[in-house]
């Protein structure tokens, strides 16, 4: 049998870039600081930069980095936030842990993305936001989203941590709404050596405010203005990541060739589907088939590993249960979770393995005729 091939590798991913983590280490060890130092403050200029808006707030993952925006919002207990009812539970749990409620919106069959349709029946007298994810890669549909926001008086915060660099009509992610929340999980397409996360806006008050609350709400040391958390990343991440956004772009654009030889190649199933005047940046490649667990134990049997994003959606977590929702609210989410799933996807995987994937996979479609 040929060589598996790993749903992302990750231990490659990295290797590439052995020798610089090794100079950044020393680095740190040299400069005395192993918090809140000089590369957390490059990073967080260079991040800012990449994605093209003033202000980026390294924090110490893609939740906290979510969380500390509505609570620097003072979002809370009798306040009621528009989530995605087709995401990672993360995006509701930021709006759980602030004691507000998370409120699901359906997503759009095709691009699996909230669907600004649906927004508006969605809002109630208690509602004070909206996140809207860019899942799998693929911003969100930020203009209606935007447009309903500023009719209602609602804030926007984008979910980011799944698309570093991904642009919207030509802007970037992270500066298309009043904030956005980076992860910089291992997996994600910039992952630290380690969890960490951001906050970019371009609104320096928040900014400030974030800041202050992940760091015990102080900024000056023993001096605290707000009952904050110790929410901040590690100056040994901020230098592994400044060294990994160097190559963002190019791995990004790596990605890109793999769903386009994917989308040639793959016939009788769900595709993703991108829209016009949008960017994708692939973080995952998703696909779509009734009989999904089937062929993913078919793939599993030919030595490629896929994965499922996700099987269960959060209105039918245990954690979320207490939210009440019932089979049958949200069917398009509800179906995505029994039919997507995603190919090996990433920087370092070879152009040549979609065609064995492909064969794969047309194989078990046509089989199934
Ligand atoms: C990864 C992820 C998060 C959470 O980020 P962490 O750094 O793992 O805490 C939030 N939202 C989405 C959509 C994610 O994919």
Redesign the pocket.
């Known amino acids: 049998m040929s060589e598996p091939i790993p749903f992302l590798d990750l231990k490659t991913i990295n290797l590439r870039s052995r020798e610089k983590f090794h100079d950044a280490l020393d680095r740190v060890l040299d400069s005395g600081y192993v918090l809140q130092g000089q590369e957390t403050q490059r990073f967080e200029e260079e991040f800012a930069a990449y994605c093209e808006l003033k202000h980026c707030v390294a924090v110490s ?4 980095a ?1 969380r500390l925006v509505l609570l620097a919002w003072e979002i809370g207990p009798g306040d009621e936030v528009i989530v995605p009812a087709h ?2 539970i ?2 509701w749990l930021a709006v759980i842990q602030t004691g507000a409620t998370p409120v699901p919106v359906d997503v759009d069959a095709d691009t699996c993305n909230i669907a600004p349709g649906l927004i508006e029946s969605a809002i109630t007298a208690r509602t004070r936001a909206i996140i809207p ?1 860019h ?1 799998y890669g693929q911003p969100a549909d930020m203009s209606p989203v935007m447009e309903i926001a500023e009719k209602h008086g609602l804030l926007v915060l984008e ?1 980011a ?2 698309a570093h660099g991904a642009r919207y009509h030509g802007r970037r992610v992270g500066g298309l709404a009043h904030a956005a929340a980076f ?3 291992p997996g ?1 397409n910039l992952g630290a050596l380690g ?1 960490a ?1 951001a906050v970019t806006t371009n609104d320096p008050s928040l900014a400030e405010r974030v800041r202050t609350l992940a760091n015990y709400g102080s900024k000056n040391k023993y001096h605290h203005e707000l009952p904050g958390w110790n929410c901040r990343i590690d100056e040994l991440q901020a230098a592994f990541l400044r060294i990994k956004l160097a190559t963002l772009d190019e791995d990004n654009a790596h990605r890109g060739l793999l769903a386009n030889g994917y989308t040639e190649q793959l016939q009788g199933l769900g595709l993703p589907s991108v829209k016009s005047g949008v960017e994708s940046v692939w973080h995952l490649f998703v696909v779509r088939h009734p009989s999904r667990d089937v062929l993913l134990e078919k793939l599993k049997l030919a030595g490629i590993h896929c994965l499922v994003h996700y099987p269960v959606p959060p209105h039918f977590q245990p954690a979320c249960r207490f939210l009440g929702y019932s089979t049958g609210t949200f069917p398009v989410s509800e179906r995505l979770a029994s039919e997507v799933l995603s190919l090996p996807m990433g920087p370092t995987l070879p152009v040549g393995d979609v065609g064995r994937i492909a064969s794969v996979i047309n194989t078990f479609v046509d089989e199934l005729k």
């Open positions: 993952n893609g939740l906290d979510l995401t990672f993360a995006t994810v899942l979910d941590a799944q992860s910089f999980y994600k969890d996360g």
